[in-house]
């Protein structure tokens, strides 16, 4: 009997699919306890915990962070020209550009950021928890 390889491509894949899913609303439910949400490392306006999956990582992707609805985001900082221009000085606040852009990722490499998000935020959580036992 022969078996058709592209079945188990289509299970794999399935199994990818949900696994990532139900990641996804772990993350969500981990990233509503962690009220007030952090802010990022030397960001002015951006609330956000760096996904670093290290070696599993994708080295040609930006900064992966997950936001305070639990989705992931790639953080870029950037100079924004149009507010130089429109107040005619240089503030290094006003001047400031931090934008998060929902990314798109293939199940396999999801898992891998959203579980390294998930650890951070589990991180930030226990330490709260810790501050709060504290007497």
């Not at 188990?8 to 609303?25: F, I, P, W, Y």
């Not at 952090?38 to 290290?54: Q, R």
């Not at 000085?89 to 400031?96: E, G, I, K, L, N």
Request: hydrophobic share 35%; glycine share 6%; proline share 7%.
């Amino acid at each position: 009997m022969q078996s058709n390889p592209l079945i188990r491509k289509t299970q794999a894949d399935s199994v990818l699919e949900r696994a990532a899913l139900q990641l996804q609303a772990i993350l969500q439910d981990a990233c509503a306890e962690l009220q007030p949400f952090p802010p990022f490392p030397n960001a002015l306006f951006t609330n956000a915990i760096e996904c670093d999956p290290g070696l599993a990582g994708d080295p040609d992707r930006g900064c992966i962070v997950v936001g305070e609805d639990g989705e992931l985001y790639e953080l870029e900082f950037g100079i924004d020209h149009d507010s130089i221009e429109l107040t005619g000085s240089w503030d290094p606040v006003t001047a400031r550009k931090e934008t998060l852009k929902k990314v798109e990722m293939h199940p396999r490499d999801y898992i891998v950021y959203a579980y390294s998000g998930l650890m951070a935020v589990t991180e930030q959580l226990l330490e709260r928890q810790q501050e709060g036992a504290k007497p």
